[in-house]
């Protein structure tokens, strides 16, 4: 079973950038057909899927999010990482790293904790 551990800060300030990094264990973020996305669960509300960066390496974001995320790997650490921008107290949330494969999402990560505050 893939291991996906996420990490980062805890605290980002408001208008700065959040960066958080998904660590993948036992398998390739290159293998065919994987894709890696971020998704994050707000206080009270549902999962909001953010983005993914497949295994070639082509990304893609949701349109609500797209103008301030970056999602980026890094191929030798086996890891990929997200960067939000302009954070606001709205960008509160766990913080999940997951994979996409054959249709579904079959390893999550545990889950990080954001807070957003000055």
């Known amino acids: 079973q893939v291991q996906l551990l996420e990490s980062g800060p805890g605290l980002v300030k408001p208008s700065q950038t959040l960066s958080l990094t998904c660590t993948v264990s036992?398998?390739?973020?290159?293998?065919?057909?994987?894709?890696w996305s971020w998704i994050r669960q707000p206080p009270r509300k549902g999962l909001e899927w953010m983005g993914l960066?497949?295994?070639?390496?082509?990304?893609s974001y949701s349109p609500l999010l797209k103008s301030r995320t970056a999602i980026s790997r890094d191929t030798a650490k086996n890891q990929f990482s997200l960067q939000l921008s302009f954070v606001t107290p709205e960008d509160a949330a766990v913080y999940y790293c997951a994979k996409f494969y054959d249709g579904r999402y079959v390893d999550w990560g545990q889950g990080t904790q954001v807070t957003v505050s000055s």
């Open positions: 036992s398998g390739s973020i290159t293998s065919s057909s994987h894709w």
């Open positions: 960066i497949g295994f070639t390496g082509v990304t």
